[in-house]
Structure formats: C-alpha cells, structure tokens
C-alpha cells in the first residue's frame, strides 16, 4: 500500500479525434494539498470529471483510496466532496435551504452539517438572500460549503477562486488552507493561475495541452527556483573540490560540463573567482541569477507562460 489519495495511471480522455488529456499520472498524497495548474482547455476539468466518475474513461485507470474506482463508485463517492465548474443550486430558494435540499438528497445526517458548512465559507446560515441574487464569489462559497457537507476526506475543487476578487481570493485560500491542516482533508484543487497555486498547494501538477509535464512538491519546485550564483568553469571535478574543501560549499548543484550553481548567494564571489584561477580553473563567466516560478513555467509549457 502507498499513501496516495488518488493516483491516475495513464489516464487518457479522446473526444472525437481530440486527446484532451495524455497518459496523465498524478499522485495526490494524503492529507496535501495538490494544486493542478495549467491554461484554459488544458484538460483539468476532464481529469477531474474522470476521477469522480462524471465522464468515462478512455483509457487508464483511477484509484482512489487505494482502489480502483471502476464498479466501485457507491462505496468511494460518499467518502468525496467535489465542486466541479459553476455548481447548479435553485436560484429561488436562499443558500440554507439549497445546501438543505442537498444534504437530504446525500443522507448527510450531522445535525448542524449545514450550519457549519456554511461557516467554514463564511456564509451566513438562515439569511434570506435567494442563490438567484447571490454574486459570484457567494456562489463559488456555497459550492464549497456543498462539497463540505458531508465532512469527505478527500475534496476536488475545480477552480474554486475563480471569479473572486483578490480579497475573496485571499479568503478561499484561508479556509481550502484550514480544511487541509485543521481538518486533515486531502485536497485536489485545479488553477489557471500560478501564484495561486503556488501559495495554496504543497504539491503541483503542471499540465498541457493534456499531458502532465511536471509533478513535484512545491518546496522542490522552489529550490529550482531559487537565488544563485552560476559559475562557468573549464574543470567542474576540480572546482567542486576547491569550493568544498576552501569555502566549506555543500549546497551546489552541477548543471552540465562547464557550470555549476552555487545556492548561498552571500558570498563572495571574487574570492571565489581568485581561488579557482589560482588553482589553474578558468573562470569562464559568474554571475548571480534569479529564474523565478513563471520564467520556470514559461519555459516549460513553451514560451507563454501562466499568469
Ligand atoms: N464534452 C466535450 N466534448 C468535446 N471536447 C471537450 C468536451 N469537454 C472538454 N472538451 C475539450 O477538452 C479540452 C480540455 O478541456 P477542459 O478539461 O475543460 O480544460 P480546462 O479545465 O483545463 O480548462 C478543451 O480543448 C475542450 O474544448
Ligand atoms: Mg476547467
């Protein structure tokens, strides 16, 4: 057994001629939040949907929990809370009453579910304002309240900011942030949006044009991501010494036959730079660099980028 929530194997979706999503394999861990990024038509929406069931499978698999959900929907779903795109309520009845309708439909039994679903999203419980008339971002709270409902373990939450104001951005994260570490919920979230995904999840997927181009923690991502000081040098074996045993450096990477990036960027480089030609190391080029996430996800996803 691993401890993976939800692990895709090879999952494919063809729509006519059109594979929207590639052989995409995600490992969603426990008790993590992992954040699905990638632009419009990307394919997240269709992974999602083929993980819950809403749409089948063309080809691969899909555990969850450890199993296999196929034939397997009633015992796993219950354990599931989802909100996938605009989730549909009765625009003519208030917000208390929608989620009431929905926790008799599911057999929630819990006597205050919907009292505290909605003050989780911070929704007031029994106001009088009808869903018709509800905004955006009021909307897009019921929907998580909906999926909360039922107090699942694992939640899949389809662009929840999507629509909301940077204050309500700020404020969905909290609570998506509160449900994963105070309630010990395993949480699949999907975002066009990079800094939204970087400040929310602890593990991303970045996927496109269907396919799934990079899976890694979000601390990992980082520290490829972070400050320092490239060094160009004719001996790579025989630099790595000096750096070691006269500057005490261990936290270096080599990046080919000629570079090395040296990640403590207080120091000092010139010193650096004498001691290597002292010792017969060329020094070609140094210099300190800085590729931040979205120089990252441009060059991955070829050129435009993530916002
Ligand atoms: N029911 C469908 N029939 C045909 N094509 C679809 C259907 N649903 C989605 N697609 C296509 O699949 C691709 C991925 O869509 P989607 O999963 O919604 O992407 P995302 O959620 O990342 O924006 C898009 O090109 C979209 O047009
Ligand atoms: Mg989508």
Avoid: W
């Amino acid at each position: 057994m691993n401890d993976f929530v939800i692990e895709t194997k090879q999952l494919t979706k063809i729509y006519g001629k059109q594979t929207v999503v590639s052989n995409v394999s995600l490992h969603v861990k426990k008790g993590r939040i992992y954040g699905l990024l990638g632009r419009n038509g990307a394919g997240k929406t269709t992974i999602m949907k083929m993980i819950l069931g809403l749409t089948p499978i063309t080809s691969g698999q899909v555990d969850v929990f450890g199993k296999n959900i196929k034939g397997q929907e009633k015992r796993v779903f219950p354990r599931i809370g989802a909100m996938i795109e605009t989730p549909g309520f009765y625009p003519n009845l208030t917000g208390t009453e929608n989620l009431e309708i929905f926790a008799k439909l599911r057999g929630t039994a819990a006597p205050h579910a919907v009292e505290n679903a909605l003050k989780v999203v911070g929704l007031p419980y029994k106001d009088k304002k009808l869903f018709g008339k509800y905004s955006l971002g009021m909307k897009q709270r019921l929907g998580i309240a909906n999926a909360i409902l039922h107090e699942p373990e694992l939640l899949i939450l389809d662009e929840p900011t999507n629509g909301l104001d940077p204050i309500g951005i700020a404020e969905v994260r909290e609570f998506i942030k509160n449900l994963s570490t105070m309630c010990e919920k395993t949480i699949l979230i999907s975002s066009h949006i990079l800094s939204e995904i970087s400040l929310l999840a602890d593990d991303i997927g970045i996927i496109d044009k269907g396919i799934l181009l990079e899976e890694s923690s979000m601390r990992e991502l980082e520290k490829k991501n972070r400050r320092y000081v490239l060094l160009q040098v004719s001996d790579i074996p025989k630099a790595s010494l000096i750096l070691e045993r006269q500057f005490g450096l261990k936290d270096y990477s080599v990046q080919d036959d000629h570079t090395i990036r040296l990640y403590d960027t207080s120091l000092d480089i010139a010193a650096i730079n004498k001691a290597l030609v002292v010792q017969d190391v060329a020094v070609i080029g140094s210099g300190l660099y800085n590729d931040s996430l979205e120089d990252y996800f441009k060059k991955i996803t070829g050129g435009e980028g993530i916002a």
